[in-house]
């Protein structure tokens, strides 16, 4: 009996001084300091995403623009070409249509 009394006090004893070192302030301390490190730790990881996607949310403007101003030179381009040839293509059906008029001229002229 008194070794099963001897047991349940050295269990209590055990228990007493869990309690006492779960409660104790370097215990409080380090729990509290540990909380303030995943926060902080929450905060970067949401400062980094943040920072990532202002990032790419950049790139991402950067090549609009980009595709922006290279299409638009593209046009551009384009329409020049366009006009050129449209004003060659004129050119060259007004010589056409010059000698096919002599033509018609000197056919006329062979009566």
């Known amino acids: 009996e008194s070794k099963d009394e001897a047991e349940a006090m050295k269990r209590e004893s055990i228990d007493y001084l869990k309690r006492q070192i779960e409660n104790h302030d370097i215990i409080k301390e ?12 929450q905060m970067d990881a ?3 995403r943040l920072g990532a996607r202002d990032y790419a ?3 991402v403007s950067d090549l609009e623009k980009s595709i922006d101003e ?9 329409s020049k ?3 050129s040839f449209i004003t060659d ?3 060259e059906l007004s010589a056409d249509l010059h000698s ?3 033509n018609i001229k000197e056919l006329r002229n062979y009566k």
């Open 70 to 78: 290279k299409g638009s030179e593209m046009v551009n381009n384009i």
């Open 46 to 48: 949401k400062d980094i």
């Open 100 to 102: 096919i008029r002599n």
């Open 30 to 41: 380090a729990s509290l300091k540990a909380d303030e490190i995943v926060a902080k730790a």
């Open 57 to 59: 949310d950049e790139i």
């Open 89 to 91: 293509l004129e050119k």
């Open 81 to 83: 070409e366009l006009d």
